[in-house]
């Protein structure tokens, strides 16, 4: 049987939690969506989907 491993995404030198965001962003080019994927801090979640980073 398989053991359940259970990660924390959490920076423990600099205490802050990181989390996954995942971003759907069109190409210009072709026209087809591509996936924008990136570990950031809770604090940036928000500026990361409003695209200012």
Do not use: H, P, W
Not at 7 to 33: P, Q, W
Not at 34 to 47: G, R, S
């Amino acid at each position: 049987m398989a053991k359940k491993v259970v990660a924390t995404l959490r920076d423990k030198s600099a205490g802050k939690n990181i989390v996954k965001c995942i971003r759907m962003v069109k190409s210009e080019r072709t026209g087809a969506y591509a996936f924008q994927e990136e570990m950031v801090a809770t604090e940036e979640v928000k500026n990361f989907f409003a695209g200012k980073k």
